[in-house]
């Protein structure tokens, strides 16, 4: 507590608005430790920005949530919420679309909504899963009008289906949830790209709708795009699916280098020659896919579905199969290792890419990854509820993978915890109380305050939580202070003080000029890996 405090009182004092004599109550993004000076962004043509983006602060706002909830001081949650009504009172478009996302921010320095460059006329959430219990709490009307304007930006073709991770901002509101669902062959080519992880945002929204107030519409839309990515998982396997259309061909092109979508599927095009029909995009389950689909998406449906009952029967089940399916064909137990495939299956650990294009250059070597807490958490929370014994085996082999010792023959039986384990993973710790919670073992406790000191230890320098000792900035949406809070909260014997995490996945990303005047692609997490010799080097 004393930890997470300090944090807090520090991005309370210095992370918020210093730009005006009466300032707003918003917050920027990061910190530079050592100057102080607010994360920048600077644009093509020089201007610099200071990040505010409340898409990138939603783990903050638990956080701050949680800091009232458990030392009853109002002001920690009173901050978050009047960022959050600042947005919707001054910021929102007529729609309700907010200005927040994957390419665009609010410049504390103007209070004017930009972006990074390139893209920043457009919204896009991918995993961001907002807390939608908190806006609701702040404005009930404009929460539900936001979730509206969500889908009626981002949904080109109700009846087709065509999704796209970019939202434009202006648009008029249409009849959204008096469209009729319909059912459509997986694989259809579109003009769209129909990413998981944009789609999870516009899922996780609507049937949040459905939970704040009871809009049955909303739930039948959210389910009825989640039941997409299932049709297209793979039939024999049951893998999949990354998207469930693959982008239409409207142009040529010869050279391996572009890869815009206009040009055709970009996994047929870089491995279809050698590896046929299988090779799309949406069925790739490499290049960070899998993470996507059975790490992120995975966690927020099973939360999701355990919060609205019987009417998320439906969206744990086929969670829960694709899980089952994932641990089968691709973790090795052994290693506690996950391969690399396309979603028939085949391992293809150790393939040499023939050419380039989007998945690397020509003689990359597509290798394993290691199955961090991340799969721990939602191969757990899994178990916990739906009872697959596979899906404990598997939780429990990611566990020993991860230095954490043996978590039991079943939630609370026969632990063998490694209590000297150096795992500083903040996912590990809500896992660890997630098994408390559901069998009441206190060793699970006693690990997880092993990992709470380790997390102080190796992320918490200067007030603030970094990556190190040696790293620039500090981001205010770390997710350590939440998981420190949550475990709190069960040691107190009142889990339910700390909001679920969900997701750590909003960024910022376009074009940025360095101060040689070269404008590069760049993303925000681009500065929280920079360390002090960055600076010194220039």
């Known amino acids: ?14 992370g918020r608005d210093r730009y005006r004599q009466d300032p707003s109550p918003l917050f920027a993004d990061g910190i530079d430790v050592n100057t102080g000076e607010h994360l920048k962004w600077v644009l093509p043509g020089g201007r610099e920005t200071v990040i505010s983006n409340l898409a990138c602060q939603q783990n903050l706002c638990r956080t701050l949530t949680a800091l009232t909830n458990l030392t ?24 309700g679309l907010l200005q927040w996302g994957g390419h665009r921010f609010i410049d504390l320095i103007t209070l004017e909504p930009t972006g990074p460059g ?22 009930p009307g404009a929460t539900i009008k936001y979730i509206k304007a969500f889908w009626n930006a981002h949904i080109v073709d109700w009846d087709e289906l065509y999704l796209s991770r970019h939202g434009q901002y202006g648009l008029k509101l249409g009849p959204v949830w008096d469209h009729t ?14 990413f998981i992880n944009a789609g999870s945002d516009l899922i996780y929204a609507a049937a949040c709708l459905y939970r704040l107030c009871g809009d049955e519409k909303a739930l039948n839309w959210a389910k009825h795009l989640a039941w997409q990515y299932v049709a297209a998982r793979h039939p024999q396997t049951g893998l999949g699916a990354y998207q469930f259309t693959q982008p239409k061909k409207i142009a040529e092109t010869t050279d391996d280098n572009n890869t815009h979508s206009k040009y055709g599927d970009r996994a047929q095009r870089q491995f279809g020659p050698e590896l046929g029909a299988i090779a799309l995009e949406g069925n790739a389950l490499f290049f960070r896919q899998e993470e996507k689909i059975y790490a992120e998406n995975a966690l927020m449906q099973l939360e999701l579905a355990s919060r609205i009952g019987e009417s998320g029967r439906d969206l744990m089940e086929w969670t829960r199969r694709g899980l089952v399916s994932f ?19 085949k391992d293809l650990t150790g393939y040499v890419l023939k050419r380039n294009g989007y998945f690397g250059k020509k003689g990359m070597v597509l290798t394993r990854r290691k199955a961090d807490c991340k799969y721990l958490l939602v191969y757990a929370k899994g178990f916990l509820y739906t009872y697959d014994e596979n899906l404990w085996q598997t939780a429990r082999s990611i566990g020993k993978g991860n230095d ?17 384990s150096e795992c500083s993973d903040a996912r590990a710790l809500f896992a660890l109380v997630d098994l408390f919670k559901a069998s009441s073992n206190a060793e699970y406790l006693e690990l997880g305050k092993v990992i709470a000191q380790n997390i102080k230890k190796v992320h918490f320098h200067k007030g603030y939580f970094l990556k190190g000792p040696e790293y620039l900035y500090a981001k205010f949406d770390a997710i350590e202070p939440l998981a420190l809070l949550t475990l709190e909260a069960a040691l107190r014997g009142k889990p339910e003080l700390a909001p679920p995490y969900l997701n750590s996945s909003a960024y910022i990303g376009g074009y940025y000029q360095d101060p040689d005047g070269t404008v590069r692609n760049a993303y925000d997490r681009d500065f929280y890996d920079l360390k002090i010799t960055s600076r010194k080097q220039g």
């Open 181 to 194: 669902p319909v059912n459509r062959p997986p694989f259809r080519e579109s003009t769209g790209l129909s």
């Open 1 to 14: 507590m004393k930890t997470v405090k300090e944090f807090a009182e520090n991005v309370l004092k210095y």
């Open 327 to 345: 641990a089968k064909y691709a973790y090795d137990e052994a290693t506690n290792e996950i391969k690399p495939m396309f979603t028939d299956g």
């Open 404 to 420: 954490l010792g043996d978590l039991g023959t079943e939630p609370g039986q026969g632990l063998k915890l490694n209590l000297k």
């Open 72 to 95: 009853g001081d109002p002001k920690y949650k009173e901050a978050a919420k009047a960022g959050i009504k600042y947005h919707f009172d001054y910021l929102a478009d007529d729609s």
């Open 118 to 139: 390139g893209k920043e006329m457009v919204h896009e959430l991918k995993n961001v899963f907002p807390y939608y219990d908190l806006m609701y709490e702040v404005n």
